[in-house]
């Protein structure tokens, strides 16, 4: 065991603040990682309060990560020292059923094993995240950062990038697709990006009309505003998939009439229950209501390859550690465009 300095939670309300933490010797295919930047996501806050129930304290967010190799076990044979490397929100899985050996580690049918608040298949010890100086991590599971990447800017494609490109890529978006992504935050804003990138038709939908002249910005052909009942009314039928990246509850049935036939509404950024709506509204069209988490490794590396390729990047604001407690804050006011990510220099 290595102490590791790093900042977490203690308790629902204890805030995140500095603590230290024990990270394992290397196993024979462990990649250990000195962490450049890190990614903070609503899935962190939500954790570190404890608000789905689930948390173990101590508690280390942080599962957009990005960094250089510092050491590696005697079987790894992907990489090397000062190597650059990413990490995602899965760091094991069974590695033996179906999801795992068609390429998706993140539906592992023994669940997977999490950056952080999870426990490690061999010993059981907790799994903490990157809000820390260095991580250690199996070699199937650490992914290759392409050069031409900025480092600050890719942190978040290890979660928001992979949460809105692995379900644009599983419905099998492309030229002439019709996408309208919903929301312009974190997500939505890497949605506009991919859809964007893999040639669709892309229109931003949101309910500020402010938000609009940021949409074309990233790259939105249309902007449509879903409380102007004339312009959703119009926009009807219009669409073939819809990306849904509201973080909160919220009715579906408004967005649901602009699906043309057997379109889907995919949910992205929504983790409670649905709000009743209509069937009717499916069945007249054999649309669609489903759910997306992240991708697999090999749909992570793709992405990551696409971005070096397209010049993709997260829009940021970097912040030092000690700024995380304020940054939660406003991330719950939607108050960043359009991540935090962590200098772990600062730490």
């Known amino acids: 065991m290595t102490a590791t300095a790093a900042w977490g939670a203690t308790a629902p309300d204890s805030g995140i603040n500095a603590l230290t933490i024990d990270r394992r010797a290397l196993r024979d295919e462990d990649v250990a990682i ?21 948390t173990t304290y101590p508690f280390v967010p942080g ?26 929100t899965v760091v094991d899985s069974c590695r033996k059923c179906d999801a795992c050996h068609d390429g998706e580690e993140n539906y592992c ?50 979660c928001a990038g992979i949460t809105t490109y692995s379900p644009l890529k599983n419905w099998n978006v492309g030229p002439g697709s019709r996408v309208g992504v919903i929301g312009l935050g974190g997500l ?59 973080p909160v509850k919220h009715d579906l049935t408004r967005y649901l009439f602009l699906l043309d036939r057997k379109g889907t509404l995919c949910i992205v950024g929504m983790i409670e229950p649905v709000e009743p709506f209509h069937s ?11 759910g997306s988490g992240v991708g697999g490794i090999a ?6 390859d696409l971005c070096a390729e397209k010049g993709i990047l997260a829009e940021i604001e970097v912040i030092p550690i000690a700024e995380i407690n304020r940054a939660y804050e406003r991330m719950e006011k939607a108050d960043v465009k359009y991540r935090f990510v962590i200098d772990m220099s600062t730490l």
């Not at 450049?36 to 806050?45: E, I, P, Y």
């Not at 409380?227 to 073939?240: C, G, H, I, L, Q």
């Open 299 to 304: 749909q992570t590396q793709e992405m990551l």
């Open 109 to 158: 049918r023994e669940g997977t094993t999490g950056t952080y608040n999870s426990h490690d298949r061999i010993d059981g010890t907790p799994t903490y995240g990157g809000y820390s100086a260095n991580i250690v991590v199996a070699e199937p599971y650490v992914l290759r950062l392409p050069e031409s990447l900025d480092m600050a800017a890719a942190a978040p494609l290890l």
């Open 63 to 88: 599962h957009e990560i990005v960094g250089t190799v510092s050491a590696v076990g005697a079987g790894v044979t992907r990489f090397k020292v000062g190597d650059r490397v990413a990490v995602g």
């Open 34 to 54: 000195d962490i450049a930047f890190c990614g903070v996501c609503h899935s962190d806050l939500h954790v570190a309060r404890n608000d789905w129930g689930r």
């Open 188 to 246: 939505g804003h890497m949605g506009v990006k991919f859809a964007k990138a893999l040639g669709a038709e892309v229109t931003m939908i949101t309910t500020s009309p402010a938000k609009g002249e940021d949409a074309k910005k990233l790259g939105a052909d249309h902007v449509l505003v879903s409380t102007d009942k004339e312009a959703m009314r119009a926009a009807a039928r219009s669409f073939d998939f819809l990306l849904d990246t509201i």
């Open 280 to 290: 009717g509204l499916l069945l007249g069209g054999q649309k669609a209501v489903a």
